[in-house]
T-cell receptor, first 116, second 113 residues
Framework: NAGVMQNPRHLVRRRGQEARLRCSPM?????VYWYRQLPEEGLKFMVY????????ESGMPKERFSAEFPKEGPSILRIQQVVRGDSAAYFC??????????????FGPGTRLTVT | TQLLEQSPQFLSIQEGENLTVYCNSS?????LQWYRQEPGEGPVLLVT?????EVKKLKRLTFQFGDARKDSSLHITAAQPGDTGLYLC?????????????FGQGTTLQVKP
């Protein structure tokens, strides 16, 4: 998947625990997007980040979810006090810097979160 | 909420047959991308179309963007079992300045040998 790294690939959490999902974008990419894919549903946009900035979080649930993309290190999607409905595949995508003609996004392999 | 409607949702055909998958919306998109996703993996970008009426070919796959940039189609000629997978269209809304993609529900294709 074009070099976008995500870990862990599978994550099991009990209700009430915290989940931390990591994403390292492709080399040279400075834009990161998080999407969620629920069973039998399509991918839904959650948040768009650049280094140290949240650009668009219109798809993020209002509570328990947060995301960051620090100056150094991977982007983190954090889910606090997980509930069964959070079980899904979470995908990260990255795209090249501003100035590109077309926003081509390259996806990582995803993290499959299971809440028991 | 902007929507991308894909059809059909499921398609099961024999090796060698042709097929077309459609992606329709009432919204105008600045670009539209087609992805293929294998079970347990992330979507893999196949092609991006940008200009209304644009046609792109990738081996046996032909992608077309509608003149009004509201719809797209994917045509596969002489399908092979290796074409089996989930095909997703995704559009970047013209009104969006953040680049977020709106995804269709996907078309699950099964090609039987």
């Amino acid at each position: 998947n074009a070099g976008v790294m995500q870990n862990p690939r599978h994550l099991v959490r009990r209700r009430g625990q915290e989940a931390r999902l990591r994403c390292s974008p492709m080399k040279g990419h400075s834009h990161v997007y998080w999407y969620r894919q629920l069973p039998e549903e399509g991918l839904k946009f959650m948040v768009y980040l650049q280094k140290e900035n949240i650009i668009d979080e219109s798809g993020m649930p209002k509570e328990r979810f947060s995301a960051e993309f620090p100056k150094e290190g991977p982007s983190i999607l954090r889910i606090q006090q997980v509930v069964r409905g959070d079980s899904a595949a979470y995908f990260c995508a990255s795209s090249p810097p501003v100035g590109r003609a077309v926003n081509e996004q390259y996806f990582g392999p995803g993290t499959r979160l299971t809440v028991t | 909420t902007q929507l991308l409607e894909q059809s059909p949702q499921f398609l099961s055909i024999q090796e060698g047959e042709n097929l077309t998958v459609y992606c329709n919306s009432s919204s105008v998109f600045s670009s539209l991308q087609w992805y293929r996703q294998e079970p347990g993996e992330g979507p893999v970008l196949l092609v991006t179309v940008v200009t209304g009426g644009e046609v792109k070919k990738l081996k046996r796959l032909t992608f077309q963007f509608g003149d009004a940039r509201k719809d797209s189609s994917l045509h596969i000629t002489a399908a092979q079992p290796g074409d089996t997978g989930l095909y997703l269209c995704a559009g970047e809304e013209r009104s969006s300045n953040t680049g977020k993609l709106i995804f269709g529900q996907g078309t699950t294709l099964q090609v039987k040998p």
